[in-house]
C-alpha cells in the first residue's frame, strides 16, 4: 500500500493544522494507520493511530486532548486534526499502515511509510 501525507504548513502557536494520509494500492479497511513525527535531532516518536478492527484512538500524551484522528474507509484516507498547537509540536510528520491492531504506538508494528510533511509552529 502506497501512503501520501499533506496538510502540513506553518501556523502561529494556538492555531490548527488538519493533516491527510491517502491511500492506495491496497485493502485499506485492513490496515490500522499510525502518525509518527520526528523533530531535527530528536528520534520518530508516536503520535496518534487508530485501529482498523474497530477503530480504536491511541494517543501520545503529548498530545491528548488537542489531537484528533479519524478515517473514512470510504475516501481511504486518515486525517490528524491538530489543535491548540505549540511550538514543541514542530516536526515532519509521518503516517503509517499497519496490519495489527493492537500495540500500534509501537512503529515495528508499521510496514508501509509515507513520505513526511512539515508541521512548523511559531511562538
Known amino acids: 500500500v502506497q501512503l501520501q501525507a499533506s496538510g502540513g504548513g506553518l501556523v502561529q502557536a494556538g492555531g490548527s493544522l488538519r493533516l491527510s494520509c491517502a491511500a492506495s494500492?491496497?485493502?485499506?479497511?485492513?490496515?490500522?494507520i499510525g502518525w509518527f513525527r520526528q523533530a531535527p535531532g530528536k528520534e520518530r516518536g508516536f503520535v496518534a493511530a487508530i485501529s482498523y478492527r474497530d477503530r480504536t484512538r491511541t494517543y501520545a500524551d503529548s498530545v491528548k486532548g488537542r489531537f484528533t484522528i479519524s478515517r473514512d474507509n470510504a475516501k481511504n484516507t486518515v486525517y490528524l486534526q491538530m489543535n491548540s498547537l505549540k511550538p514543541e509540536d514542530t516536526a515532519t510528520y509521518y503516517c503509517?499502515?499497519?496490519?495489527?491492531?493492537?500495540?500500534?504506538?509501537?512503529?515495528?508494528?508499521?510496514?508501509?511509510w509515507g513520505q513526511g510533511t512539515q508541521v512548523t509552529v511559531s511562538s
Open positions: 494500492g491496497g485493502t485499506f479497511s485492513i490496515y490500522s
Open positions: 503509517a499502515a499497519s496490519g495489527y491492531y493492537n500495540d500500534i504506538w509501537e512503529a515495528r508494528k508499521y510496514d508501509y
